[in-house]
């Protein structure tokens, strides 16, 4: 039974969606005006898993996440570089795609755009005014937040400045400072729709309001995104919706905690960016994919290299492991029942793990725990056979959270290998010496040699040797 932590309840509910075996699940997606910061590729990554599982589980999961490509932060961008703000959207959007695709996710059942749906923002802006929760003024149009009873349910919250120390400026032509802009009156060379309140562009809230609705209805199962969209931006969705259809928006409202850097909270406004395209260039994908998913999405993490590192160094230990354990010479079958029993009970643990809130820490510890309970069994005389039928279908669920158990290359297995990296050097540098001393026989067998274990020697124009592992799967 899956049960998630509802942040609309704050209570862990067992989970069941409105339409037997199917899920609706939107996540907030990126204002496209710069590379994706890593705090949001984390956020990304965990609802992605979050989806797969609900796939493994047996749903069809319909997968929405929005680009919104119109926003100040994109006009501000397009007069920096120069082009357009549809140019700056597109681009940021293309680079999105690839750092998504470099952290290995799979894509949405659904990408809408904000710039496409702007009729729709205008009908449930209109609703919104004909049922008097908003008000036009000069051209911009606001939600009547006094209006609408519910505001505050999930958040705690109803205005923005009742945070200490932040004092917003209040704009007289609001009825009360908490309304927020639903439409935008057109600044002068600013992209600009029409409307029946004249030219101008959606604010940001409601275009997650009518996007929702036009691609997914009026409920949906699974809203979710960063902890740090929950006020004001998740209030307002509500507020919108509800205030519009009088139907329940959303079912579980959840958030992934924040990936603070050091001591400080990484978000763009602090400046100490780090984006997922550096982290993807630095660590590798399946590096910080372990890294994250060793954590549980709703605790906060802190960065670090060295957790990084060595969140993938006890992974590649245990992919060396299973493979190692999953051939080799045949046994007597010593110890085959407890091999048997890991097998039966392998799907369930995982997915106990799993049901529990999206436990992605617990479901990790488990192939750990299988691996070397494996492990001890194969030393004891466990069937290899046996043992690899375990393997691969560890192999299977760890796929399912996207994470990689398959047998390790050769090079990942030597790369930071010290004593490896100082065996090879010095037969560099024995066949450096041979050349010297003409001793072509002696030369020729160590390059020959290694090449026949994968080392391929490279003679480089200034008379020194390097050597590069030529990757292979371990056979
Ligand atoms: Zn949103």
């Not at 570089?81 to 293309?94: F, R």
């Not at 529990?356 to 070397?372: L, R």
């Not at 290694?450 to 590069?468: M, P, R, Y």
Request: hydrophobic share 40%; proline share 3%; glycine share 8%.
């Amino acid at each position: 039974m899956l049960r998630l932590t509802n942040n609309l309840t704050r209570q862990k509910e067992e989970f069941q969606p409105l339409e037997p075996g199917k899920v609706k699940m939107y996540v907030c997606g990126p204002t496209v005006y710069g590379l994706l910061h890593i705090g949001n590729g984390r956020t990304f990554m965990f609802w992605d898993v979050a989806r797969r599982y609900l796939e493994h589980r047996g749903y069809e999961v319909m997968y929405v996440q929005n680009f919104t490509d119109i926003d100040d932060k994109i006009i501000n961008r397009a007069a920096e570089e120069g082009i357009s703000a549809a140019d700056v959207a597109e681009k940021y959007t293309l680079a999105y795609f690839e750092d998504m695709d470099g952290l290995g996710l799979r894509r949405a059942t659904h990408y809408p755009r904000a710039t496409d749906h702007v009729e729709h923002m205008v009908a449930h802006i209109q609703g919104l005014v004909d049922k008097g929760l908003a008000y036009p003024v000069d051209g911009d149009v606001y939600y009547r937040v006094a209006r609408f009873e519910g505001y505050g349910k999930l958040s705690g919250r109803k205005t923005e400045d009742n945070e200490a120390g932040a004092r917003v400026d209040v704009d007289k032509r609001k009825e009360d400072a908490s309304d927020f802009a639903l439409w935008k009156a057109a600044k002068p060379g600013e992209p600009a729709w029409e409307s029946p309140w004249g030219k101008g562009r959606p604010g940001w809230h409601i275009e997650c309001s009518a996007m929702v609705r036009d691609l997914m209805g009026d409920t949906i199962d699974i809203h979710a995104g960063g902890v740090d969209l929950k006020f004001p931006h998740h209030e307002n969705e509500i507020a919108q919706s509800e205030g519009l259809t009088e139907q329940p928006f959303v079912r579980f409202w959840m958030h992934t905690a924040f990936l603070n850097f050091e001591l400080v909270k990484m978000s763009k406004s602090v400046g100490n960016i780090k984006t997922v395209r550096d982290m993807l260039q630095a660590f590798g994908a399946q590096a910080l994919r372990i890294f994250f998913l060793q954590t549980h999405y709703s605790q906060e993490l802190t960065f670090s290299e060295e957790a990084i590192k060595a969140a993938e160094a006890g992974w590649l230990k245990l992919r060396k492991t299973l493979a190692r354990i999953e051939q080799g010479p045949e046994a007597l079958g010593t110890g085959d029942d407890e091999v048997r029993a890991l097998q039966a009970g392998l799907v369930e643990a995982f997915n106990t793990a799993m049901d529990d809130d999206f436990n992605t820490p617990a479901a990790i510890a488990q192939f750990f725990e299988t691996g070397d309970a494996l492990r001890r069994l194969r030393a004891k005389g466990a069937s290899a056979v046996l043992v690899a039928d375990v393997v691969a279908r560890m192999r299977e669920l760890a796929d399912v959270v996207g994470l990689d158990l398959s047998a390790p290359d050769v090079a990942d297995v030597e790369l930071g290998d010290e004593l490896t990296t100082g065996l090879l050097d010095t037969l560099v540098s024995i066949r450096a010496e041979a050349k010297a001393t003409k001793n072509w026989a002696l030369a020729d067998k160590v390059r020959n040699d290694l090449k026949a274990l994968g080392v391929q020697l490279v003679d480089q124009k200034d008379g020194s040797t390097s050597w590069e592992i030529i990757p292979r799967v371990l056979a």
